[in-house]
């Protein structure tokens, strides 16, 4: 019979493996075990299945490194794959994408394969936050073989600084904390709170990625979901917005805002915790200064609509971007000014030579990125200019979130200290919720007026250069159900047009197939158009239709999307990937479309898989318990 132990005194070839015989046949769980030698197994695996050599067959290699041999217990092998990816989401991937920028984990934070400009690891310190610039020096100094380079930001950041350090670019300081209880004799050492990266290149803390991320471990990884919300209060204490990531080239852009949702989420799921209704005072107090600050200000602010835009500051190509992504848009002014690609961004970013075309363009393309849907066909070329209908949705929720919590959870009264104040606002001056409810009914007003289209029974964007909406079918038309702003009669019209449009088999599309149009090579079939579709997209859908009381498309819908992405975990190795082509039924994760598929990067079995799936999936066999708890939650402080 074949070894149970993992020392197994001799080898045993795979066919040799066979059943223990000690089966409780009253355990309705099969733990009888199987010993498999690993090295054979996986050459006669290889040899037989990898026949085009990717390395991206089914085999089991989850015991010690090291080891002749893997005990499997029949269980495991017949594992339901719902409930195996579940499990490995919660107890493994987590884990594996869980950073900390302390002395252990700065060194991993800082590579970053976006940009190739400097190689030597650097973190950026806010005027603010001097005790992190004496932390980190310390660091550097006891480890002179990492070379860390620690700099002070300045403490006003321009288009022109953030330029001025692309050659120069390092990772951004995020909250840290002190041990709750120390030895009075000893020296306090900073601690570094956890936070989620989305894996695959990306190696930072990530706006709306963490957003979700946070709210799929709130019940599994408290702490961290709260400590994503603590860093989010951090970059808006520090850098005036929640960031697109904590890079030195994103201090200028941030992303979609779903900051009060998080705290209210994370307020519900810890509040009988100490400290859980400060956390919640201070996530809307942040909310509130990064509404005023960066939102509602020019030049996000249309002043003629009232609505917002995305248009981060900035000057340059971006240079997170490889240069060939941008060579069909350069090729004419290389040619113009007889340079090669690389000579020309250069002397452009050094503003050696003027184009205010390109400018133009490089401003709608830093919006697109801020927008969270880099690219799109719909936002390419006039994002700047563009209401959009998930911005203004997003920032109505947070109107009607902090009213809420003002009225509610701190008695019509909220104290703004100098530190959450907007320029020109007195400090220590009260809110109460009225103004916040005005500020809602106003934004749903002109959201009504602007990008509700009747005749369609769409919400479109709102372009407020030409005037005119801009009717280009989009999965962030839901949104709105969403945020809570849309009326009955306007649901009793989206629901039936955004579905007939965007449902497909597996799940809802970013896009229509008709507002994409043809593809051609001056329309290059971009990530957020049809037939892509994104986790984002797939969740704010389902509780948007929950919401008005569209459970049957809501479901549907649901069983689509999580149907097609357990089929890919289950037949191509475990793979999780950032998106999805919803039309596909065989191979919907094979998409060739701008950066490839994150997710992908793994040989044998994945580790980790492209997290913004993760955070859907580890809530979805609970989403509807979830959304009702939190809509219970709100219920409650209405009613208070």
Not at 251 to 264: I, S
Not at 446 to 473: E, S
Not at 538 to 550: E, I, K, S
Request: proline content about 7%; some cysteine.
């Amino acid at each position: 019979m074949a070894s149970t132990t993992q020392g197994a005194s001799r080898p045993i070839a795979p066919e040799e493996a066979e059943l223990e015989q000690h089966k409780d046949e009253d355990d309705p769980t099969d733990n009888r075990k199987l010993s498999i030698e690993v090295g054979p197994t996986m050459r006669n695996l290889l040899g037989q299945e990898d026949t085009d050599g990717d390395k991206l067959i089914t085999v089991d290699d989850n015991g010690p490194k090291g080891l002749q041999t893997v005990v499997l217990t029949v269980s495991q092998l017949s594992e339901d794959p719902v409930q195996r990816l579940t499990r490995l989401i919660k107890n493994k991937w987590w884990s594996n994408l869980t950073r900390q920028m302390d002395a252990r984990g700065i060194a991993a934070a800082c590579p970053d394969e976006k940009n190739t400009t400097s190689s030597q690891p650097r973190i950026y310190i806010p005027l603010g936050a001097p005790e992190q610039y004496v932390y980190y020096t310390d660091i550097a100094e006891k480890n002179p073989a990492m070379n860390l380079d620690v700099q002070w930001l300045p403490g006003e950041i321009t288009g022109d600084y953030i330029k001025s350090i692309y050659p120069n670019s390092g990772i951004l300081a995020l909250e840290m904390d002190y041990p709750t209880q120390i030895d009075p004799s000893e020296k306090a050492e900073l601690i570094a709170l956890p936070f989620i990266v989305p894996g695959g290149r990306f190696n930072e803390l990530y706006n709306w990625d963490s957003y979700f991320c946070a709210i799929g471990m709130i019940d599994s990884h408290p702490y961290i979901a709260s400590s994503i919300l603590r860093h989010f209060i951090f970059e808006i204490k520090h850098y005036g917005k929640i960031l697109n990531a904590n890079r030195s080239y994103y201090l200028g852009r941030a992303q979609p805002p779903f900051l009060t949702d998080l705290a209210l989420r994370v307020y519900e799921a810890t509040k009988l915790n100490p400290g859980a209704k400060d956390l919640l005072k201070q996530g809307i107090l942040a909310a509130m200064k990064e509404y005023h600050t960066w939102w509602m200000s020019e030049p996000r602010l249309d002043p003629e609509s009232g609505l917002s835009r995305y248009r981060p500051i900035g000057k340059g190509i971006p240079p997170e971007c490889e240069p060939a992504q941008f060579a069909h848009i350069l090729a004419p002014y290389t040619r113009k000014h007889k340079t090669t690609l690389r000579e020309f961004i250069d002397a452009y970013n050094d503003g050696n030579v003027e184009e205010p075309e390109l400018d133009n363009f490089f401003l709608h393309d830093r919006a697109v990125r801020e927008s969270g849907h880099d690219t799109s066909n719909r936002l390419e070329g006039i994002c700047a200019d563009l209401a959009t209908v998930d911005l203004n949705s997003l920032l109505y929720k947070y109107e009607t979130d902090i009213a809420r919590c003002i009225r509610t959870v701190f008695f019509d009264s909220l104290l703004i200290p100098a530190s959450f104040c907007a320029p020109g606002q007195e400090a220590d001056h009260l809110e109460s919720s009225a103004i916040w409810y005005q500020r809602a009914d106003a934004r749903k007003a002109r959201i009504d007026r602007y990008c509700w289209n009747d005749t369609a029974g769409l919400y479109y964007d709102f372009n407020t250069a030409t005037k005119k909406q801009q009717p280009y079918d989009c999965a962030t038309t839901l949104w709105p159900l969403w945020a809570g702003l849309a009326s009955s009669h306007q649901a009793s019209l989206l629901v039936p047009s955004a579905l007939s449009r965007l449902e497909y088999s597996g799940g809802i599309s970013s896009s229509s197939e008709a507002s994409r149009g043809a593809v051609s090579p001056d329309r290059p079939q971009k990530q957020w158009d049809f037939p892509h579709a994104w986790a984002p997209h797939q969740l704010l859908a389902w509780d948007g239709l929950r919401r008005y009381g569209y459970t049957e498309e809501a479901e549907r819908v649901c069983y689509k999307w999580l149907g097609m992405v357990t089929k890919v975990f289950t037949d191509f190795n475990g793979t999780v990937v950032e998106k999805y082509d919803v039309r596909n039924g065989i191979a919907p994760h094979k998409i060739p479309a701008e950066y490839g598929n994150q997710g992908l990067g793994f040989e044998y079995a994945p580790q980790e898989g492209f997290l913004p799936q993760k955070k859907h999936l580890s809530i979805a066999a609970d989403t509807t318990l979830e959304s009702i708890r939190l809509a219970k939650f709100c219920s409650d402080l209405d009613e208070i």
